[in-house]
């Protein structure tokens, strides 16, 4: 199984700064067939299922607001909100899809500091 | 709309046998994965198992394989997640989900409200 290891397991940040969440896989996740990358990024906000925000490791779902934002390729990738907002208090949590199964990260517990 | 609609939450004794439901409305049902998520209470997600309705294509994660059964009814839309002999450990809450792309088992887009299955004696 793909092994994915997100940093850190918690992270507090006041409203209006950045916030960076980083999601490392045990092997590469990019397809030398259509150099996509399988990773995604899931929020879960308490009594509710997770929502998919970045697919393809960097490209946002429709309706998902633009200081989300992802990177990077290969085993490293990171999920940045630009200027972090009351309502994106939640558990992130990336998940490849590169092979079964589909592993998630342990998720990145985030708050308002 | 698309929609994924979970059976309702479940109370069991260890030992006992259980099957809970997912059904899906607003798309060609047959087209789809459908793949069945874990979170313990406090925890986070855990990739279960997928299933290809349209021609029954199964896929197990290792931590549960054979000690879960995934199937789906075409007739009905639905998918089902079923255990013969429940544990203790299997408490926790059950999500049913789809993937974004037809015939493709790619990142969850639509997700079921979720199942709460609690296990005690």
């Known amino acids: 199984d793909i092994v994915m290891t997100q940093s850190p397991d918690s992270l507090a940040v006041s409203l209006g700064e950045r916030a960076t969440i980083n999601c490392r896989s045990s092997q590469s996740l990019l397809s030398s067939s259509n150099n996509k990358n399988y990773l995604v990024w899931y929020q879960q906000k308490p009594g509710q299922p997770p929502k998919l925000l970045i697919n393809?490791?960097?490209t946002r779902e429709a309706g998902v607001p633009d200081r989300f934002s992802g990177s990077g390729s290969g085993t490293d990738f990171t999920l940045t909100i630009s200027s972090l907002q009351a309502e994106d208090v939640a558990v992130y949590y990336c998940?490849?899809?590169?092979?079964?199964?589909?592993?998630f990260g342990q998720g990145t517990k985030l708050e308002i500091k | 709309e698309v929609q994924l609609v979970q059976s309702g939450a479940e109370v069991k004794k260890p030992g006992e046998s259980l099957k809970i439901s997912c059904k899906g409305s607003g798309y060609s049902f047959t087209n789809y994965w459908i793949g069945w998520v874990r979170q313990m209470p406090g925890r986070g997600l855990e990739w279960m198992g997928i299933?290809?309705?349209?021609?029954?294509?199964?896929r197990y994660s290792p931590s549960v394989q054979g000690q879960v059964s995934i199937s789906a009814d075409k007739s009905t839309s639905t998918a089902y997640l079923q255990w013969s002999s429940l544990k203790a450990s299997d408490t926790a809450m059950y999500y049913c989900?789809?993937?974004?792309?037809?015939?493709?088992?790619?990142?969850?887009?639509?997700w079921g409200q979720g199942t709460m299955v609690t296990v005690s004696s």
């Open positions: 998940q490849q899809y590169y092979s079964t199964p589909g592993t």
């Open positions: 299933i290809y309705p349209g021609g029954s294509d199964t």
């Open positions: 989900a789809r993937p974004g792309t037809p015939r493709v088992a790619d990142a969850f887009d639509i």
């Open positions: 393809w490791a960097s």
